[in-house]
């Protein structure tokens, strides 16, 4: 398995991006491209190789797995001890799109003095 921080920045973004919502990715090597996911095949590529399985655990604090489940869930974990605000979650809902629908825009948050808040609006290409 290979070490996480040796694959290349935008493969370890894609990485943490799925660990948001997953606690768990295969990554593999093949054909010149990383692909995620369990991958079987009757017949691998020359340069086909198991990079290995990344755990959130691994890669992310408890605070921030339990940033990442509010965000990409719109819902407190068990594990969340701060303040409930549901008002705020149904607001994380709202999204605004571009006039063309090629990028959209939402509220994200972190958990600041023990309770979730929202703390930027992030877009994104779709």
């Not at 799109?97 to 948050?109: A, E």
Request: glycine share 6%; proline share 2%.
């Amino acid at each position: 398995m290979k070490n996480f921080n040796s694959l290349p920045i935008s493969e370890q973004e894609k990485i943490k991006g799925m660990l948001k919502a997953y606690d768990e990715v295969d990554v593999f090597f093949e054909n010149g491209k990383y692909q995620y996911g369990v991958v079987l095949k009757k017949q691998y590529a020359p340069d086909h190789e198991y990079i290995g399985t990344f755990k959130a655990s691994e890669i992310y604090t408890e605070q921030e797995r339990i940033e990442n489940y509010i965000n990409e869930f719109y819902e407190y974990p068990i594990s969340y001890k701060g303040k409930r605000d549901y008002a705020l979650l149904k607001k994380m809902q709202d999204r605004t799109f571009n006039n063309d629908y090629t990028t959209m825009t939402h509220w994200q948050g972190k958990i600041i003095d023990g309770d979730f808040q929202l703390t930027e609006k992030v877009t994104i290409k779709i």
